[in-house]
């Protein structure tokens, strides 16, 4: 079960999760001053200046118990590539300039700290502590449609993870009454995902209008992968709901920040 955490860095956290260093963000906590990205904004760009954007960082980082020097946060663009982490990777996107970008990320390398944005996407982090692996990804209906969550899971079992072990949790994102979509997305979802998974988390009201349910294709790639349903946690946050305590894409449009999920391997596994 989700719960969130008050105090000067709020966030969200899973449970499932708790034996590991991780945690969803609001919109505050942080030192970001712009009107629409106070003030814990986690994405270049935005309005604020590149310092504020990597304190942000540092103060998430820390909240979680993680240490900043061994993350890494590289641009994403709606893709299902998912990048090994080692030690080389440390501060990649953060502290040193890249041109890497995708959308996943896994490690064994202890100390390590993912770390995606989202501002409605759904953000999934998961974790076998058995065998001392974690993911994370940024699924939005590209990804999401594409199994991103599905081939973080295969990834993670190449490093020595366990399907039956591994467990995922499914953070704050756009629910399904705020993400009303067209014809154009139907056909394009049938194309890359098949009618039937479509007709599962499409949703076709009498009035015509069509709704998605990105928080339940998660879940369903996640089953499809194999991991058990008790191991599976769906936080019910929207970001677009929640306008005051998230950033939303859909919402704000471009005047808005970006939030993030981090996890991070104990520096002692
Ligand atoms: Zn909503």
Redesign the pocket.
């Known amino acids: 079960m989700f719960y969130k955490v008050y105090g000067d860095v709020p966030k969200y956290r899973s449970d499932l999760l708790n034996d590991v260093a991780h945690g969803f963000s609001t919109r505050h906590g942080g030192v970001s001053t712009c009107e629409h990205t106070a003030s814990m904004n986690l994405a270049f760009g935005r309005g604020d200046d590149d310092e504020t954007v990597i304190k942000n960082f540092e103060i998430f980082a820390r909240s979680i118990g993680a240490d900043s020097k061994r993350g890494l946060m590289l641009n994403q663009i709606h893709s299902t590539e998912i990048l090994t982490v080692t030690e080389s990777e440390h501060g990649l996107g953060v502290y040193q300039k890249t041109e890497l970008a995708l959308d996943g990320y896994v490690s064994k390398t202890p100390g390590t700290l993912l770390c995606v944005r989202v501002a409605d996407c759904v953000p999934i982090l998961f974790a076998d502590t058995e065998a001392g692996v974690i993911g994370a990804v940024h699924s939005g209906w590209r990804g999401s449609i594409g199994k991103i969550g599905k081939l973080c899971v295969e990834r993670m079992c190449e490093l020595g993870a366990k399907r039956e072990s591994i467990r995922a949790a499914i953070g704050p994102c756009?629910?399904?009454?705020?993400?009303e979509v067209n014809e154009d997305f139907v056909e394009t979802c049938e194309i890359l995902g098949g009618k039937q998974l479509c007709s599962r988390f499409i949703e076709m009201a009498d009035d015509g209008r069509k709704r998605a349910d990105l928080k339940l294709l998660n879940k369903l790639v996640l089953l499809e992968a194999g991991l058990d349903e008790k191991n599976i946690d769906v936080s019910p946050s929207?970001?677009?709901?929640?306008p005051n305590e998230f950033f939303s894409h859909r919402y704000h449009k471009d005047k808005r920040g970006t939030m993030c999920a981090m996890i991070a391997l104990d520096p002692k596994i």
Not at 174 to 179: E, Q, R, V
């Open positions: 756009i629910c399904k009454d705020c993400y929207c970001t677009c709901c929640e």
